[in-house]
């Protein structure tokens, strides 16, 4: 087959994670295989700890590298690339990720990709839609929380961030809360699906500011109040503060993302406005209908792509690595590994 095969490695949070993806001489995108381990140590501690997950992604990368090269019919050999996240993230894992590419790109003497791992998140949707830039990108992940124009690889500008939490460290805080366990999102979109999201009335911050920014520690002490005031919490109680919890944040989300395709239009006058959302929060489908009845009331277009490719994973790694090749950019085997590393 022509075109480019990247391996990409993600490692910076809680996921173990490797795949294969072609790009093709046109710029089409193909997953061949993605492998996605997620460790659940943490469930525990209802939180990700650092340090065990640094020490799960060395026992379980190699096997999980040699499956996605398996599932793709592939050996190192057969691969044109090695991307790995480089940052942002847990260092711990990230180094992990990233050495472990560069040994293999060392021994292969293919290129090296270092690739930020918002940037991955950004470009997913021209791996899995196909979409041109400029577009407008809505990154809701456990540790961000932006709103961001992208107008081509490594081209972006930053229209609204949040102040505080990240939304889907929100969902987590809630659902630790609540007692709901962790990963909180998918437990807090469950349980609102059985409340009644007008029981127990909470802020909805933000709306109405003039830059499209997010703030969420208000609503995260207002739910603390709640439940402390009718504690013990009866299951009912739970489901409707989550279900008034996620009716909040859609109507935020739908207010700073009305604000943003504005800005867009302005900013881009005669595109017609396209927003993607990325990051893990994007799997939530409350989040995701009320964004296709705010988009389709601005006349813009909503690409989501499909939830196991909005969570992190490696195929947004290799894919943001061949894209990033056919620019003729890699990497040398000394680029750091970065905690800290804003898109
Ligand atoms: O992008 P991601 O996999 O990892 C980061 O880079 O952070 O996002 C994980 C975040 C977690 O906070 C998780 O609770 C949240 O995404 N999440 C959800 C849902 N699924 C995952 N939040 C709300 N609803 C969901 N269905
Ligand atoms: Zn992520």
């Not at 087959?1 to 089409?28: F, H, K, N």
């Not at 990233?98 to 791992?117: Q, R």
């Not at 918002?118 to 992940?141: K, N, W």
């Not at 990051?279 to 939530?284: C, E, I, K, P, R």
Request: hydrophobic share 50%; aromatic share 4%; with cysteine.
């Amino acid at each position: 087959e022509t075109g480019m095969i990247v391996l990409g490695i993600e490692t910076s949070c809680d996921e173990t994670a490797a795949a294969v993806v072609l790009r093709a001489p046109e710029g089409q995108g193909r997953i061949l295989s993605s492998v996605v381990l997620s460790q659940d140590a943490h469930a525990i501690y209802g939180g990700v700890v650092p340090e065990l997950a640094a020490r799960a992604h060395v026992d379980r990368l190699d096997d999980v590298i040699a499956t996605a090269l398996d599932e793709a019919g592939l050996d190192l050999a057969g691969v044109d690339a090695i991307a790995a996240t480089a940052g942002p993230g847990l260092i711990g894992g990230v180094l992990v990720g990233l050495t472990t590419a560069k040994a293999l790109a060392m021994a292969t003497g293919k290129p090296l990709v270092a690739v930020n791992h918002l940037e991955a998140h950004a470009l997913t949707a021209r791996l899995t839609d196909g979409i041109a830039f400029p577009y407008l990108l809505l990154l809701v992940s456990g540790g961000h929380t932006q709103i961001v124009r992208v107008d081509g690889v490594g081209r972006y500008r930053r229209l609204g961030t949040t102040i505080d939490d990240a939304l889907g460290e929100a969902f987590d805080k809630t659902a630790k809360l609540l007692d709901l366990g962790y990963p909180g999102g998918p437990a807090v979109e469950a349980a609102a699906a059985k409340g009644d999201p007008g029981r127990i009335p909470l802020p909805r911050p933000m709306i109405g500011r003039p830059t499209p920014d997010f703030s969420f520690s208000g609503l995260k002490t207002a739910i603390r109040q709640e439940a402390e005031r009718r504690a013990p919490l009866s299951p009912a109680d739970v489901a409707d503060l989550c279900a008034a919890f996620q009716s909040s944040i859609c109507a935020v989300i739908a207010d700073r993302v009305r604000l943003a395709l504005g800005l867009f239009r302005d900013s881009a006058p005669g595109i017609d406005p396209v927003l993607v959302v990325a990051g893990g929060v994007a799997a939530n489908r409350a989040i995701a209908a009320r964004l296709a009845e705010t988009t389709a009331k601005a006349g813009a277009r909503l690409v989501v792509p499909p939830p196991v490719l909005c969570t992190d994973n490696g195929a947004m790694v290799a894919w943001a690595g061949a894209e990033r090749l056919a620019l003729g950019l890699s990497d040398d085997l000394d680029v750091a590994a970065r905690a800290r590393w804003p898109l």
